[in-house]
Protein backbone atom coordinates (compact mmCIF):
# COMPACT_ATOMS: atom_id res chain seq x y z
CA UNK A 1 0.00 0.00 0.00
CA UNK A 2 1.06 3.46 -0.77
CA UNK A 3 0.50 4.29 2.65
CA UNK A 4 3.52 2.01 4.10
CA UNK A 5 6.11 3.85 1.65
CA UNK A 6 4.45 7.27 2.95
CA UNK A 7 4.45 6.69 6.20
CA UNK A 8 8.64 6.03 7.14
CA UNK A 9 9.40 8.98 5.08
CA UNK A 10 9.77 12.32 4.75
CA UNK A 11 6.36 14.61 3.16
CA UNK A 12 8.51 15.64 0.52
CA UNK A 13 9.38 11.73 -0.82
CA UNK A 14 5.51 11.24 -0.10
CA UNK A 15 3.49 9.68 -3.38
CA UNK A 16 0.58 11.76 -4.28
CA UNK A 17 -2.26 9.08 -3.54
CA UNK A 18 -4.36 7.65 -0.73
CA UNK A 19 -2.79 5.83 2.05
CA UNK A 20 -4.64 2.09 0.95
CA UNK A 21 -3.72 2.66 -2.74
CA UNK A 22 -2.21 -0.51 -4.52
CA UNK A 23 1.16 -0.24 -5.96
CA UNK A 24 3.56 -3.18 -7.27
CA UNK A 25 7.43 -3.11 -6.82
CA UNK A 26 8.51 -4.00 -9.86
CA UNK A 27 12.18 -6.48 -9.69
CA UNK A 28 14.38 -7.67 -12.87
CA UNK A 29 15.79 -11.02 -12.11
CA UNK A 30 19.32 -12.33 -13.47
CA UNK A 31 17.63 -13.70 -16.55
CA UNK A 32 16.01 -10.18 -17.75
CA UNK A 33 19.61 -10.04 -19.76
CA UNK A 34 18.94 -13.41 -21.74
CA UNK A 35 14.69 -13.70 -21.63
CA UNK A 36 13.83 -9.87 -22.43
CA UNK A 37 16.40 -7.80 -22.98
CA UNK A 38 18.62 -9.72 -25.62
CA UNK A 39 15.26 -10.00 -27.30
CA UNK A 40 13.93 -6.48 -27.21
CA UNK A 41 17.31 -5.53 -28.74
CA UNK A 42 17.46 -8.01 -31.50
CA UNK A 43 13.51 -6.72 -32.48
CA UNK A 44 13.62 -2.86 -31.46
CA UNK A 45 17.04 -2.75 -32.84
CA UNK A 46 16.68 0.49 -34.97
CA UNK A 47 14.78 2.02 -32.43
CA UNK A 48 16.98 1.97 -29.59
CA UNK A 49 18.51 5.70 -29.04
CA UNK A 50 18.68 6.06 -25.69
CA UNK A 51 19.76 3.35 -22.94
CA UNK A 52 18.57 0.03 -24.34
CA UNK A 53 17.79 -1.32 -20.43
CA UNK A 54 15.56 1.45 -19.95
CA UNK A 55 13.50 0.94 -23.61
CA UNK A 56 13.27 -2.81 -22.38
CA UNK A 57 11.92 -2.01 -19.03
CA UNK A 58 9.66 0.78 -20.42
CA UNK A 59 8.57 -1.38 -23.14
CA UNK A 60 7.03 -4.61 -20.83
CA UNK A 61 5.74 -2.77 -18.19
CA UNK A 62 3.81 -0.19 -21.48
CA UNK A 63 2.25 -4.25 -21.76
CA UNK A 64 1.42 -4.50 -18.56
CA UNK A 65 -0.05 -1.50 -18.62
CA UNK A 66 -2.02 -3.17 -21.31
CA UNK A 67 -3.08 -5.52 -20.08
CA UNK A 68 -5.63 -3.62 -17.59
CA UNK A 69 -7.76 -1.78 -20.13
CA UNK A 70 -10.09 -0.95 -17.44
CA UNK A 71 -7.79 0.30 -14.92
CA UNK A 72 -5.48 3.51 -14.85
CA UNK A 73 -2.20 2.44 -13.98
CA UNK A 74 0.65 5.10 -12.85
CA UNK A 75 4.23 3.61 -14.07
CA UNK A 76 7.22 4.90 -12.46
CA UNK A 77 10.76 4.44 -13.49
CA UNK A 78 13.65 4.08 -11.37
CA UNK A 79 15.66 6.73 -13.20
CA UNK A 80 13.06 9.30 -13.32
CA UNK A 81 13.62 12.47 -11.14
CA UNK A 82 11.17 15.34 -10.38
CA UNK A 83 12.18 18.86 -10.96
CA UNK A 84 13.47 19.49 -7.88
CA UNK A 85 16.53 16.49 -8.94
CA UNK A 86 14.98 14.13 -5.99
CA UNK A 87 13.84 10.97 -7.45
CA UNK A 88 10.02 9.96 -8.25
CA UNK A 89 10.51 7.33 -5.73
CA UNK A 90 12.67 5.96 -3.32
CA UNK A 91 13.13 2.36 -5.42
CA UNK A 92 15.14 0.40 -1.99
CA UNK A 93 12.81 1.93 0.47
CA UNK A 94 9.48 1.08 -1.75
CA UNK A 95 11.35 -2.42 -2.02
CA UNK A 96 11.20 -3.40 1.77
CA UNK A 97 7.78 -1.85 2.06
CA UNK A 98 6.36 -4.35 -0.62
CA UNK A 99 8.74 -7.08 1.02
CA UNK A 100 10.84 -8.02 -1.94
CA UNK A 101 14.51 -7.49 -0.48
CA UNK A 102 15.49 -5.73 2.84
CA UNK A 103 16.93 -2.19 2.82
CA UNK A 104 19.84 -3.08 4.72
CA UNK A 105 21.09 0.52 6.21
CA UNK A 106 23.54 2.04 8.95
CA UNK A 107 21.24 1.91 11.66
CA UNK A 108 20.68 -1.41 11.23
CA UNK A 109 24.49 -1.86 12.45
CA UNK A 110 24.22 -1.50 16.70
CA UNK A 111 28.53 -0.80 16.57
CA UNK A 112 29.09 2.07 14.04
CA UNK A 113 32.54 1.59 13.25
CA UNK A 114 32.49 4.13 10.26
CA UNK A 115 32.52 7.67 12.24
CA UNK A 116 31.90 10.51 9.74
CA UNK A 117 31.87 8.55 6.50
CA UNK A 118 28.43 8.79 4.42
CA UNK A 119 27.56 5.46 4.19
CA UNK A 120 24.37 4.29 1.66
CA UNK A 121 22.41 1.56 1.82
CA UNK A 122 21.42 -1.39 -0.12
CA UNK A 123 18.93 -4.51 -0.77
CA UNK A 124 19.45 -8.10 -0.54
CA UNK A 125 16.80 -10.57 -2.32
CA UNK A 126 16.31 -13.48 -0.48
CA UNK A 127 17.26 -15.69 -3.48
CA UNK A 128 19.07 -13.36 -5.49
CA UNK A 129 21.30 -11.56 -2.82
CA UNK A 130 23.12 -8.97 -4.90
CA UNK A 131 21.99 -9.63 -8.54
CA UNK A 132 18.88 -8.07 -9.26
CA UNK A 133 17.62 -4.56 -9.78
CA UNK A 134 14.33 -2.73 -8.84
CA UNK A 135 13.34 -1.36 -12.20
CA UNK A 136 9.68 0.60 -11.12
CA UNK A 137 6.54 1.29 -9.44
CA UNK A 138 2.94 0.36 -11.08
CA UNK A 139 0.48 2.51 -9.32
CA UNK A 140 -3.59 1.95 -9.29
CA UNK A 141 -4.97 4.95 -8.41
CA UNK A 142 -8.57 3.38 -8.54
CA UNK A 143 -8.07 0.32 -6.28
CA UNK A 144 -7.83 0.67 -2.27
CA UNK A 145 -6.68 -2.21 -0.86
CA UNK A 146 -7.60 -1.04 3.33
CA UNK A 147 -7.44 -5.03 4.09
CA UNK A 148 -4.10 -5.46 2.63
CA UNK A 149 -1.52 -7.13 5.47
CA UNK A 150 1.92 -5.57 5.36
CA UNK A 151 4.92 -8.85 4.77
CA UNK A 152 7.99 -7.93 6.35
CA UNK A 153 11.10 -8.66 3.42
CA UNK A 154 13.39 -11.87 4.61
CA UNK A 155 16.37 -10.04 6.91
CA UNK A 156 18.47 -12.50 4.84
CA UNK A 157 21.81 -10.66 6.82
CA UNK A 158 21.06 -10.96 9.99
CA UNK A 159 24.30 -11.26 11.72
CA UNK A 160 26.02 -7.55 12.98
CA UNK A 161 29.06 -8.95 11.27
CA UNK A 162 27.56 -9.71 8.15
CA UNK A 163 25.71 -6.24 7.65
CA UNK A 164 29.01 -4.84 8.17
CA UNK A 165 30.87 -6.40 5.91
CA UNK A 166 28.03 -6.20 3.43
CA UNK A 167 27.23 -2.02 3.82
CA UNK A 168 31.42 -1.81 3.57
CA UNK A 169 31.24 -3.89 0.49
CA UNK A 170 28.78 -2.03 -0.89
CA UNK A 171 30.03 1.28 -0.28
CA UNK A 172 33.88 1.36 -0.59
CA UNK A 173 34.38 -2.02 -3.11
CA UNK A 174 31.19 -2.27 -5.28
CA UNK A 175 33.04 -2.58 -8.23
CA UNK A 176 34.14 -6.19 -8.07
CA UNK A 177 30.20 -6.89 -6.38
CA UNK A 178 31.51 -9.24 -3.28
CA UNK A 179 28.32 -7.41 -1.73
CA UNK A 180 26.21 -9.23 -3.93
CA UNK A 181 27.24 -12.71 -2.57
CA UNK A 182 26.86 -11.37 0.92
CA UNK A 183 24.33 -14.53 0.85
CA UNK A 184 24.15 -18.45 -0.57
CA UNK A 185 22.33 -17.23 -4.09
CA UNK A 186 20.23 -19.30 -6.22
CA UNK A 187 21.22 -17.06 -9.33
CA UNK A 188 23.16 -14.07 -10.26
CA UNK A 189 24.20 -12.41 -13.55
CA UNK A 190 25.77 -14.24 -16.30
CA UNK A 191 29.77 -13.19 -17.19
CA UNK A 192 27.85 -11.50 -20.16
CA UNK A 193 25.77 -9.58 -18.48
CA UNK A 194 28.49 -8.87 -15.55
CA UNK A 195 30.94 -7.09 -18.93
CA UNK A 196 27.93 -5.37 -20.29
CA UNK A 197 26.97 -3.31 -16.85
CA UNK A 198 30.83 -2.86 -15.85
CA UNK A 199 30.92 -1.18 -19.52
CA UNK A 200 30.58 2.53 -19.48
CA UNK A 201 26.96 3.19 -20.93
CA UNK A 202 28.16 4.97 -23.92
CA UNK A 203 30.17 2.34 -24.98
CA UNK A 204 27.49 -0.59 -24.17
CA UNK A 205 25.91 -0.16 -27.51
CA UNK A 206 28.81 -2.08 -29.16
CA UNK A 207 28.56 -5.15 -26.81
CA UNK A 208 24.87 -5.19 -27.73
CA UNK A 209 26.02 -5.19 -31.28
CA UNK A 210 24.19 -2.05 -31.90
CA UNK A 211 25.80 0.37 -34.42
CA UNK A 212 26.65 3.94 -34.27
CA UNK A 213 23.55 5.12 -36.49
CA UNK A 214 21.07 3.11 -33.99
CA UNK A 215 22.36 4.63 -30.94
Known amino acids: ?7 ILQ ?4 LPYP ?11 PSMFDKALKPFVNKERLKIIRDPVDQCVSHHLSRVKEKFPDQKVDVIFDYEILPS ?6 AQTAAHVAGAAYYY ?3 DVKLDPWGRKKIYGVCIHPKYGGWFAIRGLLVFPDIQVPFLEQSAPVDCVSTEEKRIELLEQFNFHWQNSRYRDIIEVKERYSEEQKA ?8 RFRLLGLTQEAQ
Do not use: C
Open 105 to 107: QRK
Open 1 to 7: KVGWYNA
Open 11 to 14: PTFH
Open 85 to 90: RKPKFL
Open 19 to 29: DDTLAFVVLST
Open 196 to 203: YFATPPAE
